[in-house]
Each structure stands twice: as C-alpha cells, then as structure tokens.
C-alpha cells in the first residue's frame, strides 16, 4: 500500500488504487492526475487551494470538508465536522478533531480535521494541522500521516508521543519543507518513534 502513497509536499499527499484520493491538495504540478475524492482538513490557504481544486476536479470528483471550506466549494460536496462517519466513492472515511493544545494556531473551536480512509483494506490516518490530542488514543491505522515540523503543529518529539498514543502500523511524517520545518525534523522524528517511520520522496 505505501506504495500507492504519494507525498506531494507539505501535507499534500495523493493515494492511488481503484479511486485516486488527494487530501489537502496544494502546489501540485501540472498534469496532475484527476481526482475522484478530494479531502480538505481546513480553511488555511496552504491546504484548502480553489486553484489546485480545480486543476484535477472532474465532474465526477466527491469532495470532503468541514463547513467553512465546503461553503467556498461548488459540486459534489460532503460537509463533515469531528466524530462524523461516511462514505464517497465507496472509501470509508472517519473524521477526526485535529487542534493545538498550547498553540493559537489551530483552535479546537474551530472544528479543523483530521482522516481515516480505509483503502485497500488498510487504515489510512491523515491527522492534519494538530498537536498530540487524546482522541488519537487507540487509533491503531495501519498508516499514519503526522505533522512533525513544530511551531504550529507538533515537532519531532511530540510526534513521538502521537505516536505512542496512536499505534500505527507505520508513521510517515509532513508539515515540513515548505513553510516551516525541514528533513532534519522527520529524520529526527524517525530515529525517536518506537513505530517504523518512512520519509517519503516528494513526488511531483
């Protein structure tokens, strides 16, 4: 399956298989691949991009979003806030809180996000903008996307302690190389995680 998993940068990533998945698509290279489900954590422009939306929606595209980006969409769209439970383009997908604990950045109030698709037989956690938050308790994805960049979302360490909260099959750091962060952070991430970490290439 991580195979199928791409790193696009930041917290972009794309997932291949019978239904191609983008979620928080962002700076994606020309002639991307079409998507048929697009999954926004929340409203920051380095995640909710209407320009990358439209460089690989098709009329066929599902999207998912919690309600201060879905009222900014147009088409098939799926307005989720934290607990929710549904399904498009036949992928199961569970919505999680995704907040700052100390940080003035990502409020809980706000009602930001975080995935779990199952795809492929395997639970695929996306845990967007967040610190290490209770509700990862016992989570156990087969494969887990967390922030490890520090200043507005966890660094390498409290990672570490998502980690420990989450018990993923394998963890694949972002939040990195672009605005804030670097591969120094997700290798520091790797050497400390008692789960295997994989740093993946960017692709595109």
Sequence with gaps: MINNI??????????????????????????????????????HSDHFSPDDIDLIRTPQTE????????????????????????????????????????????????????????????RIYHAGDTDAIPEMAGLRP??????????????AEEAVEAVKLLQPGLAIPMHYGAIVGSEADALRFQQLSPAPVQILARSG
């Design 6 to 43: 791409h790193w696009l940068g930041h917290d972009s990533f794309r997932i291949d298989g019978d239904v191609t998945i983008y979620i928080d698509p962002w700076k994606l290279a020309a002639g991307s691949p079409p998507a048929d489900l697009i999954l926004i954590t929340h409203e």
């Design 63 to 122: 999207l998912v979003a919690i309600a201060a980006v879905a009222a900014k969409l147009r088409g098939q769209v799926h307005t989720v806030k934290p607990g929710d439970h549904l399904t498009a383009w036949g992928v199961a997908i569970e919505v999680l809180p995704a907040y700052n604990l100390a940080k003035k950045f990502h409020p809980r109030e706000k009602g930001h996000v975080g995935y779990v698709l199952t795809v492929g037989g395997q």
């Design 142 to 155: 087969d494969i887990a996307m967390i922030p490890v960049s520090g200043t507005y979302v966890m660094d």
